[in-house]
């Protein structure tokens, strides 16, 4: 539950051995079956969920931690930006 940065590499050739020099550790995820390899898409979103799990399992999205003003002004922030992006 601490903060990380998570680097992925494709599935022939997996992350550069000068990335990986840089890196504190890494992590496998399991397969059973005839899968081996896993699309960097589907990689990507197991990853993501498993770290989602992890903190919510740690209490860290058990309160709103922003008021409803703060929603709001947030809310309605992100709306000005996608206008002026979809443009």
């Known amino acids: 539950t601490e903060r990380v940065a998570l680097v992925f590499g494709n599935e022939h ?3 550069s051995e000068t990335l990986l ?3 504190d550790g890494n992590f496998i995820i ?3 079956g005839m899968v081996q390899s896993l699309n960097i898409s589907v990689a990507c979103a197991i990853t993501l ?3 989602f799990r992890q903190k919510e399992q ?4 058990s309160a709103q931690q922003l008021t409803g003003a703060e ?3 947030l809310m309605q922030q ?3 930006k996608k206008k002026h992006y979809s443009k």
């Open 21 to 23: 020099q840089h890196c």
């Open 71 to 73: 929603a709001m002004a």
């Open 78 to 80: 992100w709306s000005r």
């Open 13 to 15: 050739k997996g992350v």
């Open 49 to 51: 969920y498993e770290a």
């Open 58 to 61: 740690a209490g860290h999205y």
């Open 30 to 32: 399991p397969q059973v």
